[in-house]
């Protein structure tokens, strides 16, 4: 699946994924373009989803070398790759910070709102980037983003964090409302108390949780 959506076809695209295709695995570019904001199946690209996948490539990466088994070297370029497009096109396109929801094939914003969702998984790849490689630039993107977090999607009067915050970064629900979607904000929490390998789950229940600072 990461060979053919994003080592095959985003890497060919800018590293904006097409998240829709028919059943030959052609891309669908114009899926839902009539409805740019959907919730699950949004018209263009969704960079958090791109920089998500980076952070999946990054736990394939781990998995194989746990098994003694080499990783192709596309793994960790690709992920870096996806990491840079989504800064590249949604990180304060339009001058705010923040990363847009959606752009177009091009790069250009489409749905502008800043959802809670890829900012958080943007901090778990930035995290789990700077584990593997030692590059600071992406413990740099980390605490550029935990301050963009604190600064406007904490909610300091009801608890959590808001959903979904306008181009000027005052509270909306154009695409999401109320506060769900908590397993996200999970990840940003855990991935930085984790091995990269095993997997989430597997690595708390085995008691790896801060394995690392015992």
Not at 76 to 100: C, M, Q, S, Y
Not at 176 to 193: A, E, T
């Amino acid at each position: 699946m990461a060979s053919v959506i994003i080592h095959d076809v985003a890497r060919n695209n800018h590293y904006r994924v097409n998240e829709h295709f028919d059943t030959q695995w052609n891309p669908l570019p114009d899926y839902n373009k009539d409805n740019p904001a959907h919730r699950f199946r949004a018209f263009g690209g969704t960079p958090g989803h791109w920089i998500e996948w980076g952070r999946l490539m990054l736990h394939i990466h781990a998995a194989l070398e746990a098994r003694c088994e080499q990783p192709p070297a596309w793994l960790l370029e690709d992920a870096k790759g996806l990491f840079n497009a989504t800064v590249r096109d949604a990180w304060a396109p339009d001058g705010a910070d923040g990363i847009v929801y959606t752009v177009d094939w091009e790069g250009k914003p489409v749905v502008r709102e800043r959802v809670r969702w890829p900012i958080v998984e943007a901090m778990g790849t930035a995290y789990a980037l700077y584990t593997v490689t030692g590059d600071r630039q992406y413990e740099t993107w980390y605490q550029t983003w935990w301050e963009y977090c604190i600064k406007y999607l904490m909610d300091y009067e009801n608890g959590s964090w808001w959903q979904e915050l306008d181009a000027d970064n005052k509270v909306t629900t154009k695409v999401w409302d109320g506060k769900q979607d908590i397993y996200h904000l999970l990840h940003c929490l855990v991935i930085p108390r984790i091995p990269l390998a095993p997997g989430m789950a597997p690595a708390v229940a085995a008691g790896l949780l801060d394995i690392n600072a015992k």
